[in-house]
């Protein structure tokens, strides 16, 4: 019986809670293959959402994971659950809110439950830590004996045989680390009882194997002792074990198999950019927040990179091609503008603002939010020691500036950047009428960084296959000497092409009709929705005689079904946001 156990604190903040919940709930986890379902004490489908909500002020929640041994012998895993928190409210003396999903997607069924953080009085639930570390493993094995009957002693030793050559940590491994004395194991005594007989035997069958392992070390005959290492070791590797099945179940839902020396697991932010097709996002740690993503590189390679908060996630669909990588390094704009306006070691607000109003003409200029924004940025390098602020009209700014602001920037930045370049899979972009990620691939020339393997491969044959597309189209030329020859502004082209009748579709029911942007327009009307095209990510702004569609940016996410401005410039938009955002940011 494996029982995992966790303490999370103020879940309910920052949509942790709610991220926890749905990632649990993700597809491909029940026993048919598709969505978790969500199960409470009486309920068989419970509502997620209003269980967030009893518990959005809670100061903690518990989050189990209960793993039976024979779970595939569990005729009903829900029922089994059931019975297992109502032995614990008994045990606690009060009646728990709790939810939970059962999972079969690994050889090994499991169910996640999430407790609130408050008993049925409304007070603050405490729960003692050895009832947390062995008090629920214990009802959940007593659960299992009564429904499938003890364990054999052939079973019992079948499953110690199963565990002897295992790169985990094991119950084997447990029993050695409680019998050490004063340093060392002692296995010289022979027992005569059977049962000893073959406990010592797989003992000494493991020793060997963590001997070979560099974790064991045998004194004198009989005689052991073990690395302090062995724990933590045995843990990391039964990680990777555990990670490179998931990376291979991914693979086999897209029908393939590879070689693992072909398996990429990043510890931390890449210190290039990946860039590849998203083919599975999973919690390493089931009971934590933390987002871990499966990238099939264009490189060749299938990557695993952890560290990813769930919201930044959410709109980031399984198979969008996607880069991943370190943050990019240097000074931001805003750090550049300020040193550029710093006089004898001081940047002074006032004359920033002077030179703003100079230089920002046209509709919507803005100067004082852009001179606040400065402001605000100077405000959160003083709490870093990096500036002083000796008035609100003037800032002592250090020579290396630039360079301290962005080293600072790196020393926060914990997790690595996402960006999604086409949310169209491969086929969906050979036939697109837009501007694809592929087109751009196509007309960029470079591919150095295209491996002919794996999904390297089935790149260099889509692009091949658009080459093709365009061609017949009228986009492309294939000359005489074999060279393509593309047309001129060709992602202008098809991107204006793409926008005209996705626009001309929507106007079918829409009250007014459409118009297509032009370079240097301002527009101005309300932020109606957001349109995926192969092009890219664009806004509905709408006004009382007509809509358009303009490139979306994120910073007008908050603005949905609000009044919104910007400057067309290109196949770009300039968005005017006023005093509550600065535009050089």
Same mark, same amino acid.
């Given at each position: 019986?494996?029982?995992?156990?966790?303490?999370?604190?103020?879940?309910?903040?920052?949509?942790?809670?709610?991220?926890?919940?749905?990632?649990?709930?993700?597809?491909?986890?029940?026993?048919?293959?598709?969505?978790?379902?969500?199960?409470?004490?009486?309920?068989?489908?419970?509502?997620?959402?209003?269980?967030?909500?009893?518990?959005?002020?809670?100061?903690?929640?518990?989050?189990?994971?209960?793993?039976?041994?024979?779970?595939?012998?569990?005729?009903?895993?829900?029922?089994?659950?059931?019975?297992?928190?109502?032995?614990?409210?008994?045990?606690?003396?009060?009646?728990?809110?709790?939810?939970?999903?059962?999972?079969?997607?690994?050889?090994?069924?499991?169910?996640?439950?999430?407790?609130?953080?408050?008993?049925?009085?409304?007070?603050?639930?405490?729960?003692?830590?050895?009832?947390?570390?062995?008090?629920?493993?214990?009802?959940?094995?007593?659960?299992?004996?009564?429904?499938?009957?003890?364990?054999?002693?052939?079973?019992?030793?079948?499953?110690?045989?199963?565990?002897?050559?295992?790169?985990?940590?094991?119950?084997?491994?447990?029993?050695?680390?409680?019998?050490?004395?004063?340093?060392?194991?002692?296995?010289?005594?022979?027992?005569?009882?059977?049962?000893?007989?073959?406990?010592?035997?797989?003992?000494?069958?493991?020793?060997?194997?963590?001997?070979?392992?560099?974790?064991?070390?045998?004194?004198?005959? %009989?005689?052991?002792?073990?690395?302090? &290492?062995?724990?933590?070791? @045995? +843990?990391?590797? #039964?990680?990777?074990?555990? *990670?490179? /099945?998931?990376?291979?179940?991914?693979?086999?839902?897209?029908?393939?198999?590879?070689?693992?020396?072909?398996?990429?697991?990043?510890?931390?932010?890449?210190?290039?950019?990946?860039?590849?097709?998203?083919?599975?996002?999973?919690?390493?740690?089931?009971?934590?927040?933390?987002?871990?993503?499966?990238?099939?590189?264009?490189?060749?390679?299938?990557?695993?990179?952890?560290?990813?908060?769930?919201?930044?996630?959410?709109?980031?669909?399984?198979?969008?091609?996607?880069?991943?990588?370190?943050?990019?390094?240097?000074?931001?704009?805003?750090?550049?503008?300020?040193?550029?306006?710093?006089?004898?070691?001081?940047?002074?607000?006032?004359?920033?603002?002077?030179?703003?109003?100079?230089?920002?003409?046209?509709?919507?200029?803005?100067?004082? %939010?852009?001179?606040?924004?400065?402001? &605000?940025?100077?405000?959160? @390098? +003083?709490?870093? #020691?990096?500036?002083?602020? *000796?008035? /609100?009209?003037?800032?002592?700014?250090?020579?290396?500036?630039?360079?301290?602001?962005?080293?600072?920037?790196?020393?926060?930045?914990?997790?690595?950047?996402?960006?999604?370049?086409?949310?169209?899979?491969?086929?969906?972009?050979?036939?697109?009428?837009?501007?694809?990620?592929?087109?751009?691939?196509?007309?960029?020339?470079?591919?150095?960084?295209?491996?002919?393997?794996?999904?390297?491969?089935?790149?260099?044959?889509?692009?091949?296959?658009?080459?093709?597309?365009?061609?017949?189209?009228?986009?492309?030329?294939?000359?005489?000497?074999?060279?393509?020859?593309?047309?001129?502004?060709?992602?202008?082209?098809?991107?204006?092409?793409?926008?005209?009748?996705?626009?001309?579709?929507?106007?079918?029911?829409?009250?007014?009709?459409?118009?297509?942007?032009?370079?240097?327009?301002?527009?101005?009307?309300?932020?109606? +929705?957001?349109?995926?095209?192969?092009?890219?990510?664009? /806004?509905?702004?709408?006004?009382?005689?007509?809509?358009?569609?303009?490139?979306?940016?994120?910073?007008?996410?908050?603005?949905?079904?609000?009044?919104?401005?910007?400057?067309?410039?290109?196949?770009?938009?300039?968005?005017?946001?006023?005093?509550?955002?600065?535009?050089?940011?």
């Amino acid at each position: 019986m494996v029982v995992k156990a966790r303490f999370v604190r103020a879940a309910g903040q920052g949509g942790r809670a709610a991220a926890h919940l749905r990632y649990v709930q993700r597809d491909g986890t029940s026993r048919d293959g598709e969505r978790g379902q969500l199960y409470a004490a009486s309920e068989d489908r419970a509502d997620g959402d209003a269980f967030l909500a009893r518990g959005q002020d809670d100061r903690h929640q518990f989050r189990f994971i209960v793993a039976p041994e024979d779970g595939v012998a569990l005729d009903d895993l829900t029922g089994f659950t059931r019975d297992l928190m109502a032995e614990v409210e008994k045990d606690l003396g009060t009646r728990l809110d709790w939810v939970a999903v059962n999972h079969f997607n690994t050889g090994h069924p499991h169910v996640h439950v999430v407790v609130s953080g408050r008993d049925e009085r409304g007070e603050e639930l405490v729960i003692n830590g050895d009832y947390i570390a062995h008090g629920v493993r214990e009802r959940a094995s007593e659960l299992v004996t009564l429904e499938l009957g003890p364990v054999s002693e052939l079973e019992r030793q079948q499953k110690l045989t199963v565990e002897l050559d295992q790169d985990r940590f094991t119950r084997i491994d447990r029993a050695l680390i409680e019998e050490v004395r004063e340093g060392l194991l002692d296995l010289r005594h022979a027992p005569t009882d059977r049962r000893d007989i073959a406990d010592r035997a797989s003992r000494l069958g493991r020793l060997k194997k963590l001997g070979r392992m560099g974790l064991a070390t045998e004194q004198a005959p %009989g005689i052991w002792s073990l690395s302090n &290492r062995l724990e933590p070791t @045995l +843990r990391q590797l #039964g990680e990777r074990g555990d *990670i490179i /099945a998931t990376m291979q179940r991914a693979l086999r839902v897209e029908g393939e198999d590879r070689d693992p020396a072909s398996f990429r697991i990043h510890d931390g932010v890449p210190s290039s950019s990946i860039i590849g097709r998203l083919l599975g996002k999973h919690l390493p740690d089931e009971l934590g927040d933390s987002v871990a993503l499966i990238v099939d590189g264009i490189d060749g390679r299938l990557h695993h990179v952890a560290g990813f908060d769930p919201a930044h996630l959410e709109e980031v669909a399984i198979g969008a091609i996607i880069e991943v990588g370190p943050r990019e390094a240097g000074p931001r704009p805003a750090d550049r503008t300020i040193a550029a306006s710093v006089e004898g070691g001081i940047y002074r607000p006032s004359r920033h603002l002077e030179q703003a109003r100079f230089e920002r003409h046209g509709p919507g200029a803005d100067p004082e %939010g852009f001179v606040e924004a400065h402001v &605000r940025r100077l405000e959160a @390098l +003083r709490r870093a #020691g990096i500036v002083e602020r *000796i008035d /609100a009209d003037h800032w002592r700014i250090p020579q290396d500036f630039e360079s301290r602001a962005a080293a600072d920037d790196a020393a926060r930045s914990r997790q690595a950047t996402i960006r999604t370049l086409s949310t169209l899979d491969l086929e969906a972009q050979i036939s697109a009428d837009g501007a694809t990620w592929l087109d751009r691939r196509l007309i960029g020339r470079n591919t150095s960084d295209l491996v002919p393997s794996g999904f390297g491969q089935v790149v260099d044959r889509a692009m091949e296959h658009r080459r093709e597309r365009l061609i017949a189209q009228g986009d492309a030329l294939r000359r005489s000497d074999g060279q393509i020859a593309y047309r001129r502004n060709l992602l202008a082209t098809l991107e204006t092409r793409e926008v005209a009748r996705v626009g001309s579709e929507l106007a079918f029911e829409r009250p007014v009709s459409f118009r297509a942007s032009v370079d240097g327009e301002t527009v101005q009307g309300t932020f109606r +929705r957001t349109v995926s095209l192969a092009s890219g990510r664009y /806004a509905l702004v709408e006004n009382a005689r007509e809509f358009t569609l303009v490139p979306w940016r994120p910073v007008i996410d908050d603005r949905l079904g609000r009044e919104v401005m910007g400057i067309v410039q290109g196949t770009s938009i300039s968005w005017q946001l006023g005093k509550t955002r600065g535009l050089g940011i």
